[in-house]
């Protein structure tokens, strides 16, 4: 693995970590709704998390072709030079979602309703699966639910993709996806307390602003080479010298002077 894409697969595992709270308000409802359709009496145990496991590998591995066939179009995008356009919407899409996580703007919302009409068509799939009495049947009903209209899932993945490699935009939907499962693996005692967790103001807001921040650094632009020239203690002007070759004659000496 490229050491350049470590602190890239770890932002996105951050993203789906910080986007908790969305995540509970988005899929937890579901997520109850499909385990109540489980039996009573298989509603326990290792039956229980073995659906529980079946959903969300299922709604990962959505994410992940989600992320390789729109990585390819950023690769296109790249190709014929909008490369620096796709990280613009990219970046974008990351400050609104942070503005969406402190509700300080709710923009996103409108973003969501373009996925409604592919789900209009998935959802009835995924409806006829139910109740889920095995985590074969799980597994299918994660991957449609994969696709529900999510502000959280298109910003990241426009993201990912705008990298312009489908095999890495797959990837970094893959840790995305791994970041989401602390919060919808949660159940019982333990998920009301990490609810109660991601609704505090203060973590809800330092969330947002992580992925705000993280908006503006994807943005093109001379911000990354001023704070680039900050972190190492240079700027344009700190060029070095060209080192004086004793062979190239007093010309070389008059132009260092």
């Not at 894409?5 to 509970?24: K, Q, R, S, Y």
């Not at 009496?41 to 290792?46: A, E, F, I, T, V």
């Not at 004086?244 to 260092?256: I, V, W, Y």
């Amino acid at each position: 693995m490229s050491t350049d894409l470590i602190p890239l697969l770890l932002t996105a595992l951050a993203l789906g970590l910080l986007g908790g709270g969305h995540c509970i308000g988005m899929c937890g409802g579901l997520m109850g709704a499909m385990t109540l359709a489980i039996p009573a009496d298989q509603r326990k145990g290792w039956v229980l998390w073995r659906v529980l496991l079946g959903y969300n590998l299922g709604r990962i591995a959505s994410y992940t072709l989600a992320g390789a066939l729109l990585g390819g179009l950023g690769w296109l995008a790249q190709d014929i030079g909008l490369g620096r356009s796709l990280r613009t919407v990219a970046g974008l899409m990351m400050i609104a979602m942070g503005l969406y996580l402190a509700n300080w703007w709710a923009g996103l919302t409108y973003v969501e309703r373009l996925g409604k009409g592919l789900w209009r068509h998935i959802q009835p799939l995924a409806s006829r699966m139910l109740p889920i009495t095995s985590a074969p049947r799980a597994l299918v009903v994660g991957a449609l639910w994969g696709w529900l209209p999510c502000g959280l899932v298109y910003s990241t993945l426009i993201w990912a993709s705008s990298q312009g490699h489908a095999g890495q935009s797959a990837l970094l939907m893959l840790a995305f996806g791994v970041g989401t499962l602390p919060t919808l693996l949660a159940t019982g005692v333990a998920a009301e307390r990490l609810l109660a967790l991601l609704r505090l103001r203060r973590v809800r807001i330092t969330a947002a602003l992580l992925v705000i921040l993280f908006g503006i650094w994807t943005l093109p632009g001379p911000h990354k080479a001023w704070l680039m020239g900050h972190s190492t203690g240079q700027t344009h002007n700190d060029q070095p010298a060209p080192a004086f070759d004793p062979h190239q004659g007093p010309e070389q000496s008059d132009r260092l002077h």
